[in-house]
């Protein structure tokens, strides 16, 4: 038995997230019915979490577990000739019998785009979540870097959706970076990257519809540390919309130090 | 009688252009539906041009003319609330009625995006043209610099496609600004930007398809005034795909001087 890690970037626009789900298209569904055309089998693909409907990625990973003797590289072609454009396998390789995409994951990035301008252009309404600005940047910042540590995020988690599996940890999470940067070719963009040991449910979205308050003086920085505090999702802002949200990537092993840094720099590609 | 002029984003991904055509849906098409809606009879949207199947548009500007009483900001707002999310409203306002959108234009420009990794992003295949790298980005702006004055176009223009109303000059067409630069967040991204006071059908496309033929090294840059010269299509480069082309803006009358900066100073946004 071999098992093969495949790095996959799709556009969640038009399907109900990665997980497989009676009556709704998701990616996960679709990589596997490619891979049974190819191996003859059904063959489960397991995630290195799930994402939810709409959102997108450009470095998901999962693996699956197969006796075919197609090469890696015959995974990553033939797969990408079946899938349909929304969803590119980036990357195929066999790794050791025992890796898990989700178990063994360390850490992952995610990006959000906000456009702020006063109107969303046709061209970014898939990709970027609409916020009219103006929002104070800065203070948006200093709210961002007192999530950074490891914190209790059950203020920031969908209500009703613990995940079972989490390890004995509950909601406690440690996040290493979170910032937001301007786009300098495009004064109205902004993205937010957040890199963390994991993310509960909505984690991500709700901290950026959190952060947008701060940004417009509805909420104080200061509110941050108390808002962890309570661990109750009755007191963080809004839920931000699916698609402004891109998994970026995930991390497995000793690449984490390194990559970290490319973070900390803020060299994650726009 | 009143006209009124409309500056319009779209995006063309589900659409064959702007110009109303049976059997298929286009955005003057749209507009028109929506215009007959708020004012209970038809009247005809003129753009500044037509674009190409699948071709975007940040800036497309139309009029109309109309005996309603709306005033423009409820046109704009009326509109937006019809028409789909591909197009949006950017603004309405009330011009001098012998305005006219096409004949009136003193220029236009254009962004042609290039995305230039191994792979093309799902999240990128809607509004990226995927010309895998390398190319020789010092050699493509030299190129694109020889067609930066007044030349006739007939080498980039598609076959057999001549539009009529073209004041008797031809294939003839003046370019004031051309150029290539890279996505400082982005190294694998390139934006074309290219203004002229007309352009013929697909010559922006033609023009990318043959640029990169230069940054390939498949054609010289030497090569381009000769190519001019010729008047034939048969020599120029394949025509780009429509899903990298945006039209960023149209401009009128004494506003061009200083958009013509603004262009020459690479400000355009992404």
């Known amino acids: 038995v071999r098992t093969i890690k495949l790095t996959i970037a799709f556009d969640g626009t038009g ?3 990665w997980q497989r789900q009676k009556g709704a298209p998701t990616i996960q ?22 994402t939810d409907a709409g ?38 390789e ?13 850490g992952k ?10 109107m969303l252009l046709p061209t970014d309404r898939l990709y970027w979540g609409w916020f009219p600005g103006p929002l104070d940047l800065d203070a948006m910042n200093q709210a961002a870097s007192l999530l950074v540590g490891e914190h209790d995020f059950s203020s920031f988690e969908a209500s ?13 999470r440690r996040v290493f970076t979170a910032g937001f940067r301007v786009l300098a070719t495009a004064p109205e963009k902004i993205q937010f ?4 040991d994991g993310f509960l449910r909505h984690m991500v979205r709700n901290i950026v519809g959190t952060l947008v308050e701060v940004g417009r003086n509805q909420r104080r920085v200061e509110e941050i540390p108390e808002l962890l505090r309570r661990c109750d999702r009755r007191f963080a802002g809004p839920t931000a919309p699916p698609q402004g949200l891109f998994l970026v990537e995930v991390w497995y092993g000793n690449e984490d130090d390194n ?4 973070v900390d720099h803020g060299t994650i590609r726009a």
Chains 1, 2 share one sequence.
């Open 109 to 118: 990035v995610y990006r959000y785009q906000m456009a702020t301008g006063t």
């Open 15 to 17: 399907y109900a997230g």
């Open 29 to 50: 569904e679709a990589v596997e019915k490619a891979l049974a055309t190819m191996t003859g089998r059904f063959t489960p693909v397991h995630g290195a979490g799930r």
């Open 193 to 196: 990257v957040i890199a963390g």
């Open 160 to 172: 009703g959706s613990r995940v079972a599996k989490d390890g004995g940890r509950g909601a406690v």
């Open 259 to 262: 990559q970290r840094r490319r």
């Open 94 to 106: 066999e790794v050791e019998e025992g890796f898990h995409a989700r178990k063994d994951a360390r």
């Open 55 to 92: 959102v997108h990625a450009l470095g998901m990973v999962a693996h699956f577990r197969t006796e075919s003797k197609i090469p890696s590289k015959g995974f990553h072609r033939g797969l990408n000739s079946l899938l349909p454009g929304e969803i590119r396998v980036l990357a195929a």
